[in-house]
């Protein structure tokens, strides 16, 4: 890469993980010896470091991108390291398309061969397209096929990403399988096929929330081994991915240090974890639970939406004040309902919990 390219990767609204990462993977690509499978630009070993963070043997630190349990990353990497793809479950916000993108930046050096599903998702996404001018002047040739993500990840040997595989209809999802099985796209068209290189696998993400909306047909779903991601175990935990990313975040957007703002942060997560829960942390008060997901990512956009109204609003610290509106947001997603169940959190948690009187006092003053 040359000076001028990292200038204009900064510039950017949000490089690609490769981009952004480029020296820490170029730092675990001079210093791994383990071996790498055919197509990797790291080790198995390497690409679990790059996501789960460490310290290489020259004092370099590898930043953790993801947080939870070591051997979920392993038993992904090693997945990937065999002729089977790779489905990521789980709720709404719990990584499963950060990781894929961090998968793919270590492994290919590439996060970009990306099929995003849709109910309208078609199967030229999956397959190919053509480019329809030169078709009609020239037939069906070579020039005038335009490749998808997953043909060209093929020709490279690279990852190919499918986001939300389960919301794609049934019959286009059909197209994976014999890319899956032969590791062949057949162009009838120019009587001819691509053959995948070494190296080419596909990273799919689910909903949990989606199941039933476009099942996986048994025999798709025999191509993937699936690894679930949980929500983070602990609060702690919680706090720590929130800490993180808002830190990253705010740098990307010039926002105030959120080491400020700690305090706001465990605030955030308890009460999501509390009402997704619904229970209170000390056990003791059962509550009613929301219709929404208030996932981690949730959590993230709302201490970032504070931080921002702190740093242009306020005196640059994050307070009660700046996190109240947004918080309500995600937890009032259904107007009539959810309202309801925050009322009564607000009046029987929030009221009477030492160190949480001006919490309750700037949620009051900016009800929704
Ligand atoms: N366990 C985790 N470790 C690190 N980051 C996490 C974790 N869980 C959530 N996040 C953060 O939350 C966001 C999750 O968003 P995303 O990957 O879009 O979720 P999903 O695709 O599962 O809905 C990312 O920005 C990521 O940084
Ligand atoms: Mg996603």
Redesign the pocket.
């Known amino acids: 890469m040359t000076d001028g390219t990292r200038e204009a990767d900064r510039e950017v609204l949000r490089p690609h993980a490769e981009q952004e990462y480029a020296q820490e993977l170029a730092r675990l690509a001079e210093l791994d010896e383990r071996p790498r499978p055919p197509g990797w630009k790291l080790s198995p070993w390497a690409v679990t470091t790059y996501l789960l963070g460490g310290e290489l043997p020259d004092g370099t630190v590898v930043t953790?991108?993801?947080?939870?349990p070591r051997r979920l990353v392993e038993v992904a990497v090693a997945t990937l390291a065999t002729d089977r793809a790779l489905l990521?479950l789980?709720?709404?916000?719990?990584?499963?398309?950060?990781?894929?993108?961090h998968l793919a930046a270590a492994i290919s050096g590439d996060s970009t061969l990306l099929v995003q599903g849709t109910a309208g998702t078609p199967e030229e996404a999956i397959r190919y397209g053509w480019n329809y001018a030169r078709l009609l002047a020239e037939g069906p040739s070579e020039r005038a096929l335009v490749p998808g993500p997953l043909m060209r990840a093929m020709r490279l040997g690279a990852v190919a990403r499918v986001?939300e595989l389960t919301r794609i209809p049934s019959d286009v999802q059909d197209a994976l399988i014999t890319i899956l099985s032969e590791k062949t796209l057949p162009i009838p068209e120019l009587d001819t096929e691509v053959q995948a290189r070494r190296g080419f696998t596909v990273i799919a993400?689910a909903?949990d929330r989606d199941r039933g909306v476009n099942e996986l047909s048994s025999a798709l779903r025999r191509r993937f081994n699936t690894v679930v991601?949980p929500v983070?175990a602990s609060a702690e935990?919680e706090v720590e991915?929130v800490s993180?990313?808002v830190a990253q975040l705010g740098r990307a957007l010039e926002l105030p240090d959120a080491s400020t703002g700690l305090a706001e942060i465990r605030r955030v997560v308890t009460v999501f974890r509390e009402l997704r829960s619904g229970l209170t942390e000390d056990g003791r008060t059962r509550l009613k639970t929301p219709s929404g997901t208030l996932?981690?990512?949730e959590a993230?956009s709302v201490i970032t939406g504070g931080l921002a109204l702190a740093a242009h609003f306020g005196d640059g610290s994050l307070r009660p004040g700046d996190i109240a509106a947004g918080l309500q947001g995600s937890v009032i997603s259904d107007p009539v309902s959810d309202r309801v169940v925050w009322r009564e959190y607000l009046e029987t948690v929030v009221r009477d919990r030492p160190g949480w009187r001006d919490f309750y006092q700037a949620c009051r003053d900016t009800a929704l």
């Open positions: 953790p991108k993801y947080v939870g990521l789980g709720v709404p916000g719990t990584a499963k398309t950060w990781v894929s993108e986001e993400t909903n991601l983070p935990d991915i993180r990313r996932s981690t990512a993230i």
